[in-house]
């Protein structure tokens, strides 16, 4: 079981814990976690040609046209040969989830269902360190002093599109264009659905399925790893 490579994927709307909880399942299952929007971030703080396309969407909180972010994505994974991954972001449309499966099986998809409600709620506090991707909840975690990272003493940032405006639009058209990548996940028999409004509670759950499938790097310190929240 520890020898395969193993190829997981999180779905779920803007908002609902998908990067705290690969960023979990990275530390204590040794993923290599992938996200597409801090990919395409990179891309445009690097100012390259994607990146530049895919800031007049992010900005207006639509989705990245498929074919740039399959391009984007599918070359990235086909420099990792030897580790296990977790994709969060990506797959989000049909078209993306169908050009994923012409080059490799998915073992695990974790589909969050969160509410709405909780959900614009969360985005429109949420604040980021752009270099590490940490995250923080101005209600919920916030860091230590008000806008910077415990970690490095930086400023932290809003993504331009968890501002109020952006952040309705992102979750309307979410709803359409996820369920197709549901129902094919489904049919493969490789889907697994949590519903919850906190990441702690939910968690565990996640946990113990992965533990079905891959080895924990270092099971003591991941099961009694305090929660990253109080609630
Ligand atoms: N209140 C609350 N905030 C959470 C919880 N889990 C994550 N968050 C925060 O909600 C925001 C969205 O989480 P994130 O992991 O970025 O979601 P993603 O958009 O699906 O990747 C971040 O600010 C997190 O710190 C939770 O259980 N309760
Ligand atoms: N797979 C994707 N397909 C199209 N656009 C994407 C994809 N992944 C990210 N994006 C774009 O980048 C933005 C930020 O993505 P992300 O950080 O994953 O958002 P969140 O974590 O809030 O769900 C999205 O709103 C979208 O415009």
């Not at 299952?29 to 445009?44: A, K, P, T, Y």
């Not at 030897?82 to 972001?89: A, E, K, V, Y």
């Not at 909780?118 to 752009?130: A, D, G, I």
């Amino acid at each position: 079981m520890a020898d395969k490579l193993f190829r997981a994927v999180i779905l779920g709307p803007p908002g609902s814990g998908k990067g705290t909880i690969s960023q979990r399942i990275a530390q204590c299952f040794g993923l290599q976690h992938l996200s597409s929007g801090d990919f395409l971030r990179e891309n445009i703080t690097a100012n390259t040609e994607a990146g530049v396309l895919a800031k007049r969407y992010i900005e207006q909180g639509l989705l990245v046209p498929d074919h740039v972010i399959t391009r984007l994505m599918l070359t990235r994974l086909e420099k990792i040969t030897r580790q296990s991954w977790l994709l969060d972001g990506f797959p989000r449309t049909l078209v993306q989830a169908e050009a994923l499966n012409s080059t490799c099986d998915v073992d695990v998809v974790i589909s969050l269902n969160v509410p709405f409600e909780t959900l614009k709620e969360r985005l429109s506090t949420r604040w980021v360190h752009p270099t590490s991707g940490r995250m923080y909840n101005m209600e919920f975690n916030p860091p230590h002093i008000h806008g910077i990272d415990d970690v490095t003493g930086e400023p932290l940032v809003q993504h331009e599109d968890d501002k109020p405006d952006v952040v309705a639009a992102r979750l309307r058209e979410y709803k359409g264009i996820a369920k197709p990548v549901i129902d094919l996940y489904k049919k493969e028999g490789v889907l697994h659905s949590v519903s919850g409004t906190e990441t702690n509670k939910i968690w565990p759950y996640i946990y113990s399925l992965l533990c079905t499938k891959i080895t924990p790097v270092d099971p003591e310190e991941s099961q009694h790893s305090p929660p990253l929240y109080s609630q």
